[in-house]
């Protein structure tokens, strides 16, 4: 089996794992183990860029490799662990939706991304371009994160999970975003680590914890 072939197939394997890691981020029942999973998630898109860039040799793409996993798996979820430690955050992850009910969300956002992105993968002229499905995956996966929890932390994780399903899409369909468009991108996500420190600050002064339900009461 040539070296292509094989590459492929850990493509396959990388893409799945992406995908199972979104999935498992709906049963957590604490945030400290949400925010390894995304870690290790990023870490799979890490691995997938780098794979991508051995099948088309495309030398620049080993850099997005590299950014993806400086940024989404060391600096990112350092700064999520920091944000909880410091502002005493509770671990427990609060929820709109049960964690059984979350899970089959799940399972129905995969199978809505089958019927939406699966019949356009076919016309794409790339072999990567079956990475398609798991990146809209992804993305619905991290769109009901936030929608459907409470706490600002775990909404913030969910903003990164879809982060990671728009990255996967890139690297799928165009061999990459673009190197400058990587790094566009990974200021944005600096800037909005910083953006959710101040923002889980204000909410912890003001009304000593950071469930966003709870502003509610305020209403009227």
């Known amino acids: ?13 990388t893409g799945a794992a992406v995908l199972v890691l979104a999935w498992i981020g709906l049963i957590h029942r604490r945030i400290e ?11 799979a898109i890490g691995l997938t860029a780098g794979l991508v860039a051995y099948l088309y040799d495309a ?14 798996v060391g600096i990112l979820p350092a700064v999520l662990r920091r944000v909880i430690r410091s502002l005493d955050i509770g671990r427990t992850i609060d929820t709109y939706v049960s964690v059984r009910r ?13 019927l939406v992105a699966g019949p356009v993968a076919p016309y794409a002229e790339v072999p990567s371009a079956g990475l398609l499905s798991i990146s809209v995956a992804v993305l619905l996966i991290g769109f009901f994160l936030v929608v459907s929890r409470r706490k600002a932390i775990t ?4 903003l990164l999970v879809m982060n990671n399903g728009i990255l996967l899409a890139g690297i799928a369909l ?17 800037v909005l680590a910083i953006v959710a420190r101040i923002f889980l ?17 305020l209403e009227g």
Do not use: W
Not at 3 to 11: E, K, V
Not at 104 to 113: H, N, T
């Open 1 to 13: 089996m040539t070296g292509s072939a094989l590459a492929l197939q850990a493509l396959d394997l």
């Open 33 to 43: 183990p949400l925010v390894a999973t995304y870690a290790v998630q990023s870490a």
């Open 59 to 72: 030398p620049e793409i080993y850099l997005l490799a590299a950014l993806t996993v400086a940024v989404n």
């Open 102 to 114: 979350s899970a089959l969300a799940g399972l129905g956002l995969l199978l809505v991304s089958v």
């Open 155 to 158: 909404q913030v994780v969910g």
């Open 174 to 190: 165009t061999y990459g975003l673009g190197i400058l468009v990587e790094l566009g991108l990974a200021a944005n996500l600096l």
């Open 201 to 217: 600050s204000r909410m912890k002064e003001s009304f000593d914890h950071v469930d966003v339900d709870a502003l509610r009461t």
